[in-house]
């Protein structure tokens, strides 16, 4: 049944999965990544309250999986709950402190919240640990302009481009 929901997922058949995932986690509820499927599944049909439960089912079951903390930390963004997304970053870095993609996302969640001074100081981390990563050069450039720190913004603007960054345009 496990396989067949991954091909359900796979082929865009959500709801299927979901059923088959169902009588999995019925047979199964200790395993955590039917949970994961699920949520992500339930994602794609636009229910996010079932995915976020789902998320945090496999949390629990697998609380050193920073994965998991990650993706519904992106629910949450999505759904404009900005703390829970910080906590669940927070969280994850604990896990991984050197992670320069969990850093930078969690750099998101507070731009997305007006929380710019924190955006900076993350994404300018993230550079820190991978100073080729143009999508923090070009985040931290839209915070330095929300800031009024235009001449900053410029040099982030024009170091994303030089990277290959071309989403300004």
């Known amino acids: ?5 991954l091909i359900y997922s796979d082929l865009e058949q959500h ?6 995932l169902e009588l999995v986690i019925n047979r199964a509820p200790q395993l955590a990544h039917p949970h994961i499927i699920q949520a992500r599944s339930n994602l794609k049909i636009g229910r996010d309250q079932s995915a ?8 629990r079951l697998m609380p ?6 990650v993706e519904r930390a992106a629910v949450y963004v999505s759904n404009k709950l900005f703390s ?3 906590l669940d970053l927070d969280n994850a870095l604990i896990l991984e402190p050197n992670s320069p993609q969990i850093i930078f996302q969690r750099g998101e969640a507070f731009q997305k919240s007006g929380q710019h ?3 900076i100081n993350d994404y300018t981390k993230a550079i820190s640990i991978d100073s080729s990563f143009k999508e923090a050069y070009r985040n931290r450039s839209l915070s330095y302009l929300a800031l009024d720190i ?3 913004a410029l040099i982030d603007i024009q170091k994303a481009e030089q990277l290959g960054d071309r989403s300004m345009y």
Do not use: G, T, V
């Open 15 to 20: 709801q299927k999965a979901i059923d088959d």
């Open 64 to 69: 050193d999986n920073p994965e998991f903390l």
């Open 84 to 86: 829970q997304a910080i």
């Open 117 to 119: 001074e924190s955006a």
């Open 150 to 152: 235009d001449q900053l």
């Open 1 to 5: 049944l496990f396989n067949r929901a």
């Open 52 to 59: 976020i439960s789902d998320f945090s089912y496999a949390i």
